[in-house]
């Protein structure tokens, strides 16, 4: 199967999936159904039918894939494809009514990113790539190609984070932004990684950096970021749980050692 036709399986399905969230949320709070790494890590029954809703889909159009997601445990497949899904990306957003929280669903070949598509639920606003083929975000149904922002020194540069939702984490966290912060511009932590990397593909942010980002959260924005000319980076290797550093490739050559060297 094409990464054309897995594109197009996911954008239809994701784009059915933000409209039923949209649909059933209530108006004020969203009641908190269970936690996950901490008491504030918090999971919404939305967030639960929202994936079986994905995975029914995809159960009966690709039926042997493998799928990941957040919210359930893995199912195995036998194709070499493996989707991976968030269903609502930026859940307390999502809680407290804030704005600022995606349907993110993305898919490897044989362990490689091949397709991602991110939709804001509450906006509609989509983004797709397709490794190799570069980034876009669909207006009235055109492709309108992402570049990534403009080169920035680092002194200028708008850099979105997030924290973990450990208190002992969160602590050597807030220590590390207080060592970067004097040296960029500023810092955004809007609370959703997927719309991070999507808002760097489409130029709103200059470079980004997080930990304890799981592959839900990278797996279909990381490739949107990359395929719109971004470069990522681990602490030593590729962008993963421990650390994940995104920009455009003159700003990371700044970026990236100041991140090793403030102590995320």
């Known amino acids: 199967m094409s990464h054309e036709t897995l594109l197009s399986i996911a954008s239809d399905i994701g784009r059915v999936a933000a409209e039923w969230v949209r649909e059933n949320r209530p108006a004020g709070r969203v009641v908190v159904a269970d936690t996950k790494s901490s008491p504030t890590d918090v999971v919404t029954a939305l967030d639960r039918g929202c994936e079986e809703l994905i995975r029914t889909y995809l159960a009966d159009v690709r039926p042997n894939d493998a799928v990941m997601g957040e919210e359930s445990d893995s199912t195995p497949g036998t194709t070499g494809i493996e989707w991976i899904i968030d269903p609502i990306d930026g859940t307390v957003n999502f809680m407290y009514g804030l704005g600022g929280y995606a349907v993110s669903i993305g898919a490897t070949e044989h ?33 309108i190609a992402l570049e990534g922002p403009p080169a920035t020194p680092l002194s200028h540069a708008l850099v979105g984070t997030g924290f973990s939702y450990q208190p002992e984490i969160r602590a050597r ?52 970021a990359e395929e719109a000319g971004l470069v990522s980076s681990g602490l030593d290797q590729e962008a993963d749980e421990r650390l994940t550093m995104v920009a455009g490739p003159q700003l990371a050559r700044d970026f990236f050692p100041l991140v090793r060297r403030c102590g995320f």
């Open 173 to 224: 966290q807030g220590r590390a932004i207080a060592e970067l912060l004097p040296h960029i511009r500023d810092i955004r932590r809007r609370g959703s990684a997927a719309l991070d990397l999507v808002s760097l593909a489409s130029g709103e942010l200059d470079a980004f950096v997080e930990q304890g980002l799981k592959p839900w959260d990278l797996a279909a924005g990381l490739l949107i």
């Open 111 to 143: 362990g490689t990113r091949v397709i991602g598509v991110v939709i804001d639920i509450e906006t509609g606003r989509e983004f797709a790539a397709i490794r190799g083929k570069g980034a876009w975000r669909i207006v009235n149904g055109q492709r």
